[in-house]
């Protein structure tokens, strides 16, 4: 089974960077596809960003496209959001999932969750 530890998150100026990573123990990472997902205060969790199990395919939700990367280097059984240009509606807590075989962008679909870490950038 894998667990997931999210690290990286803090507080940032808007139109700062962060780098997220998700670190898995298990010996079978490279088997799942992996997500980002994150949630604000009363409001529900959304998709953010996922990568296939091999990085050969990435996805995006359109409020994040062209300023967060998602990456993984499963050697180091590590994922990465790296977010560019952030804004204040990025606020959030981000968690990072993993699920087998292949890739939705639903949460429930996720059977492996991270703790969450907390990203907030002021205006």
């Known amino acids: 089974q894998v667990q997931l530890v999210e690290s990286g998150g803090g507080l940032v100026q808007a139109g700062g960077s962060l780098r997220l990573s998700c670190a898995a123990s298990?010996?079978?990472?490279?088997?799942?596809?992996m997500g980002w997902f994150r949630q604000a205060p009363g409001k529900e969790r959304e998709f953010v960003s996922g990568i296939m199990w091999n990085g050969g395919s990435t996805y995006y939700a359109d409020s994040v496209k062209g300023r967060f990367t998602i990456s993984r280097d499963n050697a180091k059984k590590t994922g990465y959001l790296e977010m560019n240009s952030l804004k204040p509606e990025d606020t959030a807590a981000y968690y990072c999932?993993?699920?087998?075989?292949?890739?939705?962008?639903?949460?429930?679909?996720?059977?492996?969750w991270g703790q969450g870490t907390q990203v907030t950038v002021s205006s």
């Open positions: 999932a993993a699920k087998r075989f292949g890739f939705t962008p639903e949460a429930s679909r996720y059977d492996i």
């Open positions: 298990g010996r079978t990472f490279s088997n799942y596809v």
